[in-house]
């Protein structure tokens, strides 16, 4: 067959073993209602927090879930998969619920942010997806609050798509970087799709391509005047800066100002120092000097306490692969089935059961003070954090918009304790589990370790 059919995200974009253990509950009958919730077991080094994000592209692909002719026609020549089975996932859709933290949410260890609660097969279909999309945007938008945190009232611009893991990842980390709280990206298709706002100067190209590098900073600024950032260190940082002071009377002539510079090598806080005093000099006091080079919050931190005179800063490389914390401990884990509570018991791993709800409570000066993870129902103090998001396979409401996400954001880490807001470790932030969940993993546990004596006494009577 043609594989070239096959859709890029489609419904085969999952791990083998979703497909064989629906066969295996399709020949079994076991539709009934199923619960798993997403969840981070704990947190990375030196991150006090994380970051709610993805769930608008989480709810897209429920919505969409379906398997496309081009797909069902490869299983079926696959030869793992009997034809009734292909045929049920030609009519498979989801039809379930979706209770979910909003985007932007701050939230930490054991605390769900996504519940799905649907027939078995479908519940467990989606686990990979979801978890592929919620965990990608959660860690881009938890590294990115970091820089957002070290650089307070500096423009913060993604320049991460050509370092990204793919297409998609470059994407969806320009969106996460926005939730996050950058002021914009320099990838397109996010200014396009999410509404960001665009950011781009020059590259070390276009200074190259031409013999002069001032008639390359003059023919740009003509071409662009509205957004004539120059780029200076093509060749000599200091010595573009004087061309563009020399420049910059003859452009004014033209009605055309320029806005800032750019510096993307050597010691940025050096050369920030000296090209703002040669500006300075110049009358050039208004125009910018935006940096960027493999930063990221370390580095933002370390030249704004220095008094680098930098007024913005472009973030990509490690930001977008989350380089110094590339993964979370994230989980996706059955917790109901047919109406009983189920629980991994295995050592490391284990999850609590039952449907849960996420309480925060605050001091009197509004300050988060801790949280408590509870079932679902059980009464506690403070602020719930989970939300019914889709019913019946369809969202209740259409997407808030990504500015409403960065706004709660915002809003949460003003009330957050500033150690938390801090770039070293901290105190773990306290998350209580309920008298009430502790109970029913104490009535779990004991109704399995019934089952396995009752397992272990039949083996030995049969041995006998």
């Known amino acids: 067959m043609n594989t070239d059919a096959l859709p890029p995200s489609g419904a085969l974009l999952t791990d083998f073993y979703q497909l064989t253990m629906l066969q295996a509950y399709f020949d ?22 994380l970051v709610a994000a993805g769930l608008a592209q989480a709810l897209d692909f429920l919505e969409g879930l379906r398997f496309e002719a081009a797909e069902l026609e490869w299983l079926s020549h696959h030869g793992a998969f009997r034809p009734d089975f292909v045929d049920y996932l030609a009519r498979l859709r989801f039809s379930g619920e979706v209770h979910a933290m909003p ?36 860690l881009i938008a938890s590294k990115a609050v970091r820089s957002v945190l070290a650089a307070p009232g500096r423009r913060l611009v993604d320049f991460g798509l050509r370092r990204a893991h793919g297409a ?5 980390a320009a969106r996460a970087a926005y939730l996050a709280g950058f002021d914009g990206t320099a990838t397109v298709l996010a200014g396009a799709r999410f509404g960001i706002p665009l950011y781009g100067t020059m590259a070390h190209s276009f200074v190259q391509a031409h013999d002069d590098e001032a008639a390359a900073f003059e023919r740009f600024a003509h071409s662009l005047p509205q ?4 780029l200076l260190d093509t060749y000599d940082t200091e010595a573009a800066a004087e061309k563009v002071v020399r420049l910059a009377p003859r452009l004014r002539r033209a009605g055309i100002r320029v806005g800032g510079v750019r510096i ?24 910018t000097i935006f940096a960027s080079s493999n930063l990221d919050e370390d580095q933002l931190a370390r030249l704004l306490r220095d008094g680098s005179p930098i007024d913005g800063f472009g973030v990509g490389t490690r930001m977008d692969v989350s380089a110094d914390a590339p993964y979370l401990d994230c989980a996706y884990k059955l917790q109901e089935y047919a109406g009983r509570a189920r ?7 284990a999850s609590w059961p039952g449907r849960k709800q996420v309480w925060r409570r605050y001091d009197a000066a509004g300050m988060a003070a801790g949280d408590a993870v509870a ?6 103090d403070g602020s ?15 997407d808030p918009p990504l500015q409403a996400a960065r706004a709660r954001l915002q809003e949460q880490l003003s009330r957050l304790p500033s150690a938390l807001r801090s770039l070293d470790e901290a105190r773990p932030y306290p998350v209580e589990i309920s008298a009430g969940l502790k109970r029913l993993a104490q009535e779990f546990d004991a109704a399995a370790e019934l089952d396995q004596s009752q397992n272990r006494n039949h083996r030995g009577e049969s041995q006998a």
């Open 375 to 380: 079932l679902e129902g059980e009464a506690q």
């Open 384 to 398: 719930a954090l989970i939300e019914p998001v889709m019913r019946g396979g369809r969202r209740l409401r259409p």
């Open 168 to 172: 998609e990842a470059g994407l969806l």
């Open 343 to 349: 629980r991994k018991r295995s050592e490391g791993k």
């Open 103 to 138: 985007e932007g949410t701050v939230f930490f260890p054991n605390e769900p942010i996504l519940r799905v609660s649907a027939p078995l097969p479908e519940a467990q279909l989606v686990e990979s997806r979801l978890i592929n999309l919620l965990h990608f945007q959660t």
């Open 264 to 287: 993307d090598s050597g010691d940025l806080a050096a050369h920030a120092r000296r090209v703002r005093d040669i500006l300075d000099r110049g009358g050039l006091r208004d125009v």
């Open 28 to 49: 079994r009958g076991m539709f009934a209602p199923a619960v798993f919730e997403f969840y981070v077991r704990e947190l990375p080094p030196r991150r006090n927090f």
């Open 227 to 230: 957004n004539a950032v120059l």
